[in-house]
């Protein structure tokens, strides 16, 4: 899969990077269909963030369906449709 990564202050690639995978019992891996950018990424990519480490992939919005979920995860299931906020 294709990942944007910061390659320090004002430059960024999309670098071809790992399918992720389940690794802890609360998670769940989502296939993004509509995605977007939240401001504090633009930070970071302006360099305007110091503390993130180059080859960061930063966080996004967007909305997409589940692939795959822990075995803690009971509210959803493969396939759901969900929303992912960059609010935590």
Same mark, same amino acid.
């Given at each position: 899969m294709k990942a944007l990564v910061s390659q /320090?202050? /004002?430059?960024? +690639? @999309? #670098?071809?990077?790992? =399918?992720? +995978?389940?690794?802890? +019992? %609360?998670?769940? @891996?989502?296939?993004? %269909?509509? &995605? &977007? =950018?939240? +401001?504090?990424?633009?930070h970071i990519l302006k360099g305007d963030v110091p503390r993130c480490a180059l080859g960061h992939i930063p966080e996004h919005e967007g909305v997409g369906i589940i692939v795959d979920v822990g075995s803690a995860v009971s509210q959803f299931k493969k396939c759901d449709r969900v929303l992912i906020s960059? #609010? @935590?």
């Open positions: /320090g202050p /004002g430059q960024k +690639a @999309l #670098i071809e990077r790992p =399918i992720p +995978a389940v690794r802890a +019992a %609360t998670d769940a @891996l989502v296939r993004m %269909t509509t &995605t &977007t =950018i939240a +401001a504090r990424t633009l960059c #609010i @935590l």
